[in-house]
Nanobody, 114 residues
């Protein structure tokens, strides 16, 4: 089982980044996919979720209207489009897959600063 995040990096306030999480080793289409983040010196927090069949999405209030989660079942990949980035979005972003068990990726750093 692998979840590999990519797309992190540096961005200016107001900028955009798109994170990807490529999954392998399990039946991706059955799993709820989530993005989490851990800001420096803080606890990990949930960011967004997407369900496996209908693709229903939910977002933390702090990112609602700015971030969009999506999934491509053909590519076994979940995405997080991040727009209007703020310095407080700086964190290590990780994806997880949950069904009968939970899998985690290693994370990718996102730094928002001017």
């Amino acid at each position: 089982v692998q979840l590999v995040e990519s797309g992190g990096g540096a961005a200016q306030p107001g900028g955009s980044l798109r994170l990807s999480c490529a999954a392998s080793g399990f039946t991706f289409s059955r799993y709820v996919m989530r993005w989490y983040r851990q800001p420096p010196g803080k606890e990990r927090e949930w960011v967004a979720s997407i369900t496996p069949l209908r693709g229903n999405t939910n977002y933390a209030d702090s990112v609602k209207g700015r971030f969009t989660i999506s999934r491509d079942t053909a590519k076994n990949t979940v995405y997080l489009q991040m727009n209007s980035l703020k310095p407080e979005d700086t964190a290590v972003y990780s994806c997880s897959a949950a069904e009968d068990r939970v899998y985690w990726g290693q994370g990718t750093q996102v730094t928002v600063s001017s």
